[in-house]
């Protein structure tokens, strides 16, 4: 025993025989340390999209299978889609025409007609989508769940005829198709130029996507254009990647499988712990004789005396038998107990379970799956406790841009060629007046077509203190009414139509306009917002 003590104690202090060889001086990285941890962790090394070909199903597969059995993952999923978008993507059209014959007013009153045009379009979803089921926000929505479960999302364009309007009694033939990632084919083929369902030219573009289909109930496969003649986009495949070469992507729930599982363990071992310890957390102690007395009763011989006292100890105990027959102990949904025997005794023990390492352990898994769904922890798990007004601003200030890039990645191109379809076939069909028709568009597409998608307002922890800092920076010179507008969320074209037709109408009426601040004092104070806890001044004694 000794032996094998100073063995032990040899190999973990690196001492006598029992330790390794010790590895030569030198620096690299990758050095392992004298407990070669580094060597316990086989890797290998292949091409990003490879390694997304061959995981891209079963990701996809369990990342849809613990979403669909997850309140949490359920509601982590719709904060995302919250955060993101909000109610809907704002259009804020940017066209540049300059050149075109264009003025300041024309500018504005053709940038009204936009998203006045887009507003009815993108919420009928007779107009929009050519399955006639969702609107353009609807879609987006879709598109967002995509993201989560598959790492990617893909819309289709196509173009309604006139005959087939008129059956569904609708006005335009720009449609949208959003399609789910499974359709899109693993197929690979270095003859093709495809891989993973993308073809390819021979400047690595993609020109087309292969989608598995079903016409007339017979599967087949089929290739869709990614522009058309005219180099207008038919389809939108975004995703995020993580390498130049990526094709597709891959769920974004992947990083934290393994974290998710563990959790899942976790809490099921505890809730099933502590429901037996609550249940059956009983001990019932008795009096009764142990083998040990009946063994000393044996010993007594077979005399008259010992024969006479086993006799009697016998019908003491069927007695005490026949008591504790007729008497029950129930625990469940209606907990009974009767008479116990003579000399027994029930206690109820308390439970241990969960014990002080459950919750740090819960934590930190959850912890890194709210990291990789892109939500604060707090948000993740509806905890709050130990949040301070720091601490919450450092949270939202850290995930303000993942949200704003997840928008821009993600849910813009969406809603982008859908808007550059219905413009285009607005001002081909003449329903919408441009200067020099429809050539001078197509020669101008993109800086026409250039516009801003404006997500929701900017979580804040204060909405005053918000509030003052943008009075702020609008007063020093460091901001502007769009920039403070989009950080609320608003539309800063619509903040103005709204502002002037409201003050124009309570002047109108002989009313004071509630946006003209503390009229008739006049004085620089007037735009400033007096801080209650400013110190003040001591007045000299």
Known sequence: METTDVKLFNRLFGKGDAAGPRPAPH????????SRILSTRGTSLREHRDEV???????AGLAMDIIQNSGRLRGAVDQVIADTVGVELILNPLPDLSGLGYSDDETDAFIRLLKTEWKHWAWNPRECDLRGKFTVPQMVDIALRHDVVYGEALALMDYMPPASRRRYGISTGSKMCLTPPTALVQDTSEYERLYQGVIHDENHRP?????????????MKRDYRAY?????????????????KDVRGI?????????YLQWEVLVDATVQAQILQTVFAQALTSERFSAEAFEAMDALGEGQDGKKLRDEYRDYFLATLEQAAESEISVGSDPKISHLAPGEKLELMSTGIPGPQFLPVSNELQRGMARAIGISAAAYTMNYEGATYSSTRMEGASLHPVVTRRRERIAAPICQIAYE??????????????????EAFAANRDRVLWTAWQGPAKATADDQKSAKAASERLMNGTSTPDMECAEIGADAEEVFERRLYWHKRYTDAGMPSPFVRNPGAGGEKDDLIEDEKAPKKKEDA
Request: hydrophobic share 40%; glycine share 6%.
């Open 53 to 59: 070909r061959v995981a891209w199903r079963r990701a």
């Open 207 to 219: 020109v087309a996507y292969r989608l598995a289909e079903k016409d007339d109930m017979v599967p």
């Open 421 to 438: 379809h219905l413009v285009d076939e607005l001002i081909g069909r003449g329903k919408l007046p441009f200067k020099g028709g429809y």
């Open 228 to 244: 058309d003649a005219s180099c207008r986009q038919m389809v939108a495949h975004v995703f995020d990647p993580i390498d130049s």
């Open 27 to 34: 620096a690299s990285y990758l050095r392992d340390s004298r």
């Open 251 to 259: 769920s974004r729930l992947v990083p934290a499988f393994r974290d």
